[in-house]
């Protein structure tokens, strides 16, 4: 099983990123999945979750209208667009693989890929 991240780089306030996070080894079309991020000194905190068709979505109140989760299962991959970036938003972000087809339970991960990082300069 392997997550793959990407997409992180340094970008400006008010810039845009998307970051794509790439399952291989099984599929997890069945699953929901879904972003956190850890910014320095701080704990990892929930970012946004998407179901396993992609007909549902939760995003953190942080990032509510600024940042999209969405899914490919056909590419296997999760997807995260984030626009007017903040300097508050630079933080390694990490894609997750929640233990059930909903994220009604954020804490129940089954699997974490390994992060990308994102950088907002003032």
């Known amino acids: 099983v392997q997550l793959q991240a990407s997409g992180g780089g340094l970008v400006q306030a008010g810039g845009s990123l998307r970051l794509s996070c790439a399952a291989s080894?099984?599929?997890?079309?069945?699953?929901?999945m879904g972003w956190f991020r850890q910014a320095p000194g701080k704990e990892r905190e929930f970012v946004a979750a998407?179901?396993?068709?992609?007909?549902?979505?939760y995003h953190a109140d942080s990032v509510k209208g600024r940042f999209t989760i969405s899914r490919d299962n056909a590419k296997n991959t999760l997807y995260l667009q984030m626009n007017s970036l903040k300097p508050e938003d630079t933080a390694i972000y990490y894609c997750?693989?929640?233990?059930?087809?909903?994220?009604?339970?954020?804490?129940?991960?089954?699997?974490w890929g390994q992060g990308t990082l994102v950088t907002v300069s003032s």
């Open positions: 997750a693989i929640f233990t059930a087809p909903d994220y009604s339970d954020l804490t129940a991960v089954y699997y």
């Open positions: 080894g099984r599929t997890f079309s069945r699953y929901a």
């Open positions: 998407v179901s396993w068709s992609g007909g549902s979505t």
